[in-house]
């Protein structure tokens, strides 16, 4: 899948979200790249599975009054990584929709044991 193409599956996977929740999204950029960087795969791949996407930031429930000014949070999905696991075009975007969510949830304070006991 082309770049484009995936990017348009990440905004679709955004404006799905409640309105509420897009509203609450404050100072976090999206991006698409390839692949994690090795560093990246080492440090938050978990035992070997493919990192798809990644939350880097501080959620908004940890934020105070000294968070002012702070560079954007960054939520990557992994365009390789994610078409690695899938078989069509319709497993990609159930995919990626999947992983912006799991990935937002972060910037919302949510961490992996939650996300996993409500199936993300």
């Not at 484009?4 to 799905?16: H, I, N, Y």
């Not at 702070?70 to 992994?78: A, R």
């Amino acid at each position: 899948m082309d770049r484009a193409r995936f990017e348009e599956l990440v905004s679709a996977a955004l404006e799905g979200l409640p309105e509420d929740f897009r509203e609450k999204m404050n100072n976090v950029a999206i991006v698409v790249e390839d692949l994690p960087s090795p560093h990246e795969a080492r440090r938050f791949g978990r035992g070997g599975r493919t990192l798809l996407g990644l939350y880097q930031g501080q959620p908004l429930t940890a934020r105070d009054s000294r968070y002012g000014m702070s560079f954007p949070d960054k939520i990557t999905i992994f365009q390789l990584n994610v078409e690695s696991i899938c078989s069509n075009d319709a497993e990609v975007r159930e995919e990626v929709r999947r992983t912006v969510l799991h990935e937002i949830a972060h910037h919302f304070g949510i961490d992996d044991s939650r996300l996993h006991e409500l199936g993300y």
